[in-house]
């Protein structure tokens, strides 16, 4: 089994920056793909970013050019920085590891955190 815990959320303003965590603990030699997903109420959970084993990534429309995903093996952590946010991106932010390449092909991920919260007031 694995466990994905999320910290850095929080309130900011439009513009602003924040960069969340995601720690992996347990079995964590068994994940390939990590991600960050995001659910904003009302709304369907969509991917973020992903990123795989090798360092490739890949990020949604929505935040490319403003969000970095990032993962240090060494220390079994999955980073989410966040830069120029707005208020749209007001969302319940949730890290996922998949054992193998489901996060890239749109599928359901083996394990998630249990989220973090991000909000940017106007």
């Known amino acids: 089994q694995v466990q994905l815990v999320e910290s850095g959320g929080g309130l900011v303003q439009a513009g602003g920056s924040l960069r969340l965590s995601c720690a992996a603990s347990g079995s964590i030699f068994s994940i390939n793909d990590m991600g960050w997903y995001r659910q904003a109420p009302g709304k369907q959970r969509e991917l973020v970013a992903f990123?795989?084993?090798?360092?490739?990534?890949n990020h949604a429309d929505s935040v490319k050019g403003r969000f970095t995903i990032s993962r240090d093996n060494a220390n079994n952590t999955v980073y989410l920085q966040m830069n120029s946010l707005k208020p749209e991106d007001t969302a319940v932010y949730y890290c996922?590891?998949?054992?193998?390449?489901?996060?890239?092909?749109?599928?359901?991920?083996?394990?998630w955190g249990q989220g973090t919260q991000v909000t940017v007031s106007s």
């Open positions: 996922a590891g998949d054992r193998g390449k489901r996060i890239r092909v749109g599928g359901r991920p083996d394990y």
């Open positions: 990123i795989t084993n090798g360092g490739t990534t």
